[in-house]
């Protein structure tokens, strides 16, 4: 079994266009590991390329939509073996429920759901064979808990956090650790959409400032350097100020 507090390693990461996950992927590959991120944008991947061009790992690229099952096994197949899947895919939209779309609630639930139970399967059932791997879930402080305006995207990280319990119960006897990173509020992109006058006073009210990406990627990256035999299962960051 590989010493997961050495470098080296092979780590997948999707949703690598995204604030959060573009960090995570800058992060390992500041640690010197061998990073295939992937996202729907193009260009932001080039930019993360570019970005790590100096550091002492390497960040190789693949763009796809993972809603595309057929995209997801060309993945799978292309960064295999993979050491580390870090699933940070994500979408939401702030809005109150009553004014919500539900085919939002369908592009929330693919993705951030189905997307990666999809992927994950695929990626597992390779490090089930080695016997090694762990698996890094990128939900939310939402996984039990609702906020307003937050219904099924909460929803989502609801369902996330049973998978992560699932997971765990079923990949262990495989050797494969399975994390769940659950942030607070994050400076990211996800808020950047927000034009509803009504979210937006909410969301202007709040007396402590968002957390960093950077913060959920250290945070990513140092439960993946735990000793072999300790899992950290569920690791919940919030900002200081973000009590409930």
């Known amino acids: 079994m590989q010493d997961p ?21 800058e992060a390992f590959a500041a ?9 729907r944008d193009r260009d932001r991947l080039a930019e993360l390329v570019e970005r790590c061009r ?43 429920f009553l004014e919500s779309d539900p085919a ?10 189905h997307s990666v139970l999809v992927l994950t399967r695929l990626v597992a059932r ?8 762990q698996i890094v879930n990128l939900g939310s402080v ?25 997971l765990r119960l079923e990949l262990a006897e495989h050797g494969i650790k399975v994390t769940e990173i659950a942030p607070g509020l994050v400076g990211t992109g996800l808020l950047d959409g927000v034009d509803h006058p009504e979210v937006l006073e909410a969301y202007a009210a709040r007396r402590y400032p968002p957390l960093e990406a950077t913060d959920i990627a250290q945070a990513t990256v140092a439960a993946t350097r735990a000793a072999p035999n300790a899992c950290p299962e569920l690791v919940v960051v919030n900002p200081m100020g973000q009590t409930t």
């Not at 100096?54 to 960040?59: F, H, I, L, Q, R």
């Not at 390779?126 to 791997?133: I, L, S, V």
């Open 5 to 25: 507090t050495r470098s080296g390693r092979r780590v997948l990461v999707t949703g690598a266009t995204g604030g959060i996950g573009g960090a995570i992927a």
């Open 31 to 39: 640690e010197g590991e061998t990073v295939v991120a992937t996202g």
């Open 54 to 96: 100096e550091a002492p790992g390497s960040v190789e690229t693949i763009a796809g939509d993972l809603t595309d099952e057929a995209f997801a096994a060309r993945l799978a197949e292309a960064a295999a073996p993979v050491d580390v899947l870090v699933n940070s895919v994500g979408w939401v939209r702030h809005v109150p």
């Open 104 to 113: 939002d609630w369908e592009k929330s639930w693919r993705l951030n759901v």
């Open 126 to 133: 390779d490090m089930a064979a080695r016997g090694t791997g």
């Open 142 to 166: 939402l996984g039990d808990r609702v906020y307003r305006y937050t219904l099924f995207y909460a929803a989502t990280k609801h369902a996330l956090r049973g998978i992560s319990r699932g």
